[in-house]
RNA sequence: CGGGGCGUAGCGCAGUUUGGUAGCGCGCACGGUUCGGGACCGUGAAGUCGGAGGUUCAAAUCCUCUCGCCCCGACCA
């Protein structure tokens, strides 16, 4: 492609509203424009890296048996209905109805679809099993778009689904789209790690997330470098920092307006992590009182896992509750549904009296409160690996990829039946695989830059190599220049010629902004020796070349 | 949905406190000089000051309402 003609508008300072390093590169090189909050629009050189990965997904889908399909974006309710979630998922979903009133939704995903369609065609174990997958169109109305590309109200998403007779299939499933994802993001040019995930609205019993380390990343997953062990600190177990155990004799201690665990640690001289915190909140069944370690957070979601969904309680519900105002409250002589951190089982601590204006010192579990013991805390740096007690990092990541068990739940809701080798009807057991190719391509930036711009992984760079004829008014200059470009691109490389009648320095400026991995400059004072420079984007390191070695020394790197 | 910030030319911004009828840099067009890291000189085009209403002789500026965008949080494959 020559440049002139190649709609590529580069900018020379980024626009106020992005943030984001690979939001401001994409923008200023001229990769997508927003059309409005989590609205993007591909530009040339953002469509030919999405047409890169996506090649890259069909390649590995095809080799582990996947078939590309094609869904509707448009899909009738009464389906999603049928699976409880048009009424569980609530505001993220876009819903119309059409001219005849009838309520629609706009796909932000397709288990649904997909298994309406096993239900109406799979009939006996000898159709199973199937893998469908489709590069589609997703939308979703986020509550907060951000991040450039990385979080958007409407998104492709590669998405497969399998359908198995066995859990034995579903296995082999699961663990085909595992490695076929190893495969996809190790090409992708991505560090990246395979994390235990939570299955959250997908439902169904078991996954895990694809995260590649960023700070631009919104999760944040625990690792142990000792046993490797990797999840999603939604869920990460882990074991807070081992502390001197107290048995302290029990004791009233006056804490005048001292409220927080800090103000209390403060006052008394004394750790944080020699204090339970008690948290109050409310679910249906009732107010439970959850405690953690005065070093920690509560975890929510591991709370709701034991106790169902939950808030928490306002100052004023903890007085009403409790008879005693915020901050001073504690499990002791509590006759209630009490949830505590595994951590406080051992030794004695100090917690709020119940009374105001005191906490107690010498609070002991068993003896003095009576809990259901669990993790509910949050894991953090530092925390120790229940594996094998190394300590864990806490990084921050995106989530480029996921693959869930569904088990039946879908196929379940939807009767998608199969008779199984004894003619006995049992629903198809099912997984659902995603991958966001936008993702995969704002991680590459934000895994790979400089200060001058993007530094594309050769396998999803918009082109492969960028020409760049110095002086266009060169006869010679030009001459080797589209010999070049006709040599290379016979050579099976993608090009982009720069042909602008532009000065040098805008030239090299917007190529390294682009972010093409190698630049081949054609300059008069070389090609006088009859050489040109081929340059490494990375490194920026040069090599003068002669002219007629070019192509062989490309295919050597 | 809660908290904060911002909407003035294609982009980045000043002007708003103290009302007087809009400006700078980049980009763009034309002419000239330049030509290996975002050149220089000259000329020029381009703005319902996000929108609506109000106050006033007069509103980018003050008041009310509203829309949009960004950030933090909540939420979330």
Redesign the pocket.
């Known amino acids: 492609m020559r440049f002139s003609k190649m709609f590529i508008p580069?900018?020379?300072?980024?626009?106020?509203?992005?943030?984001?390093i690979s939001?401001i590169l994409m923008l200023?090189a001229g990769y997508v424009r927003?059309l409005?909050?989590?609205?993007y629009i591909f530009l040339p050189l953002g469509w030919r890296v999405l047409g890169r990965i996506n090649a890259i997904l069909k390649q590995e889908m095809e080799a582990i048996g996947a078939q590309e399909i094609s869904m509707p974006i448009l899909h009738p309710a009464e389906i999603w209905q049928q699976t409880g979630r048009w009424d569980v998922?609530?505001?993220?979903m876009f819903r119309l109805k059409d001219r005849n009133d009838r309520d629609f939704c706009l796909g932000?995903?397709h288990e649904e679809i997909m298994t309406w369609l096993a239900s109406r065609e799979i009939r006996s174990y000898r159709d199973l099993p199937q893998v469908w997958y489709q590069i589609q169109t997703?939308l979703?109305d986020?509550?907060?778009?951000?991040?450039?590309v990385?979080?958007t109200r409407e998104?492709i998403?590669k998405?497969s689904y399998s359908f198995d007779a066995t859990d034995e299939g579903l296995e082999k499933n699961y663990q085909l789209h595992a490695e076929a994802y190893h495969r996809i993001f190790n090409r992708c040019g991505l560090r990246f790690m395979q994390v235990e995930s939570?299955?959250?609205?997908?439902g169904g019993g078991y996954s895990h997330e694809f995260m590649a380390p960023s700070p631009a990343g919104?999760?944040e997953i625990a690792l142990c470098d000792g046993c490797g062990y990797s999840a999603n600190v939604?869920l990460a177990l882990s074991v807070p920092s081992a502390i001197d155990l107290q048995e302290w004799d029990k004791e009233e201690i006056h804490t005048p307006e001292k409220r927080t665990i800090k103000e209390v640690s403060n006052f008394l001289k004394l750790a944080p992590m020699y204090f339970i915190k008690s948290i109050l909140v409310i679910t249906d069944q009732g107010p439970v009182l959850a405690l953690v370690r005065g070093d920690q957070e509560l975890h929510?979601?591991k709370l709701a896992r034991i106790i169902g969904s939950h808030r928490p309680a306002q100052k004023i519900e903890v007085k009403e509750i409790l008879g005693v105002e915020a901050g001073f409250i504690g499990p002791m002589g509590r006759d209630m549904r009490i949830v505590a951190d595994n951590s406080l089982k051992e030794g004695s601590y100090v917690g709020g009296a119940n009374k105001p204006h005191y906490h107690v010192k010498g609070v002991k579990a068993d003896r003095d409160f009576r809990a259901e013991w669990h993790d509910i805390h949050i894991a953090k740096q530092g925390d120790l690996c229940t594996n094998c007690g190394k300590p864990l990092h806490v990084e921050r990541v995106i989530?480029?990829g996921?693959i869930?068990k569904l088990g039946t739940k879908y196929s379940g809701a939807l009767k998608a039946v199969f008779l199984d080798e004894n003619g006995q009807e049992k629903p198809i057991i099912m997984g659902?695989y995603?991958?966001?190719p936008?993702?995969i391509a704002a991680a590459a930036v934000e895994q790979n830059f400089d200060k001058?711009?993007i530094i594309w992984p050769k396998s999803i760079a918009p082109f492969d190599i960028e020409l760049v004829p110095?002086?266009m008014?060169d006869p010679k200059t030009v001459e080797v220049a589209e010999a070049l470009y006709k040599e290379l691109t016979s050579d099976g490389f993608a090009l982009l010629l720069d042909d602008r009648?532009?000065?040098?320095?805008?030239?090299?400026?917007?190529?390294?902004?682009i972010g093409i991995p190698i630049?081949i400059?054609?300059?008069?004072?070389?090609?006088k020796e009859g050489l040109?420079?081929i340059?490494d984007r990375k490194t920026?390191e040069?090599v003068r070349v002669k002219v007629e070695e070019v192509a062989a020394s490309l295919k050597q790197t």
Not at 10 to 20: F, K, Q, V
Not at 198 to 202: A, E, I, K, R, Y
Request: glycine share 10%.
């Open positions: 580069t900018l020379r300072e980024a626009p106020a509203d992005a943030e984001s939001h200023r927003q409005a909050a989590g609205l998922i609530g505001d993220e932000m995903t997703k979703r986020e509550a907060r778009p951000k991040s450039g990385l979080r998104f998403m998405d939570d299955p959250g609205m997908m919104e999760d939604e929510e979601k989530e480029i996921n869930f659902s995603g991958i966001g936008a993702r001058d711009g110095i002086n008014n009648e532009e000065r040098a320095g805008v030239k090299f400026k917007d190529a390294d902004l630049q400059i054609i300059g008069e004072k070389n090609l040109v420079e340059k920026k040069t």
